[in-house]
């Protein structure tokens, strides 16, 4: 439980002989003892500035929190951080009640389309701007705690204890288990969880909770970079299973290269132009195979393509058999099992008879067949699906 510090009228920041009164450090020694314990002088002191808190039913955690609270709101120091925190604050209400005007305006011209767009498109970075100055001060203000010992350094904790992983050890899973690659790993990103795809953060090595990463059309066409300063969550790597497989635009044009009298370049395009194909672009949306007079956007071979599209052009126009998913799997992968997977839905119907849906995972059903049928748990893991 966290204890939020709002601003008392006559809240006393404590100013003797020009040095301020750290509520922290006056209370430093004393936050696993009860209130009958503390001076009389520091007992009240507690007593006024607590409210409207009990000291004696919060915890030594609790207590740390409110006074690190404290001094941060009435501390003359801080009050230019605080001032610009507000100004933020300020200026991001602002900016979203002006999104919101243009995104309910009218275009009834191409000129008016053009415009509403690019307004949005500058509202939307300035928020992106926003979040930007909010996380380097978040950032800002933890660092001054683990430097002065009210936070432990996030260095010391053991890798297992740590949720977040960066995106080299994440793209690494990923290879592992699903032969992902890069550019593939950028669509789930940009689709985010709600549409079967990834979440992916920032500095979750120094932020607590990490901001959330966007692609933005500023980054231009290559959205594989901004992956380098993206962390992920270990459970969400470990239990993906993506929806949708994706091939890049170059690696679709050599593919229907290979067929013969094909112009593969003008025959992806001809698809695209037929709805049967929709070119994907994290960072624009779309490339110029979709809107030729665009000059900024990217090339068609930039661009990411569904397999299951792709397969069925195949299948219809060039009457190929769907081909599998093209991976880099190990040998010894094991793919989805059936025959487990029903006996792992009931084992989880069983489970939720007598805990909370969140806690019946897919390791911990995993865990109890394992042991059923004779097998390891990350076996069973990789087998079956969170069908429950």
Known sequence: MSILVGRREGASAVVMEGRFESLSEALKIWFQRPLTDLPEALRQRVEHEFLPFTWDLLSPGQRRNFAQQWDYKNDPATEPERQAAWDLVARRLEIEAKTKEWERACAGTATDLATKKARLTELREAIARIDLAEKRMSGKERSEKVRRGDLSDESARKD?????????????????????????????????????????????????????????????????????????????????????????????????????????????????????????????????????????????????????????????????????????????????????????????????????????????????????????????????????
């Not at 099992?337 to 995972?361: F, G, H, S, W, Y």
Request: aromatic share 8%; hydrophobic share 40%; charged share 30%.
């Open 160 to 388: 297992e204890d740590f949720e977040y992983i960066a995106y080299p050890r994440a793209m690494k899973r990923l290879r592992e288990r699903l032969g992902a690659t890069p550019e593939e790993v950028a669509v789930w990103v940009f689709w985010g969880e709600t549409l079967g795809g990834l979440v992916a953060y920032t500095n979750a090595n120094e932020l607590d909770p990490p901001p959330r990463f966007h692609f933005l059309h500023t980054m231009g066409a290559d959205y594989v970079s901004p992956l380098m300063a993206c962390w992920f969550r270990r459970d969400d790597i470990e239990a993906f299973e993506p929806d949708e497989r994706y091939i890049t635009g170059k690696a679709l044009i050599e593919r229907w290269g290979k067929e013969p009298d094909i112009e593969p370049k003008a025959f992806v395009q001809a698809k695209i132009e037929e709805s049967r194909l929709l070119d994907m672009h994290p960072n624009c949306g779309g490339t110029r195979a979709t809107w030729p007079e665009q000059e900024p956007c990217p090339p068609m071979e930039s661009g990411l393509f569904a397999l299951s599209q792709v397969q069925a052009i195949e299948a219809d126009d060039f009457g190929i058999d769907a081909s599998p998913v093209p991976d880099a799997k190990p040998a010894d992968h094991l793919n989805h099992d059936p025959v487990l997977q029903a006996k792992a839905n009931a084992i989880a119907q069983e489970m939720l008879k007598k805990r909370r849906r969140c806690d019946v995972t897919r390791e911990r059903v995993a865990a109890t067949l394992a042991t059923e049928v004779g097998m390891k748990a990350e076996t069973v893991t990789r087998r079956i699906r969170k069908q429950w």
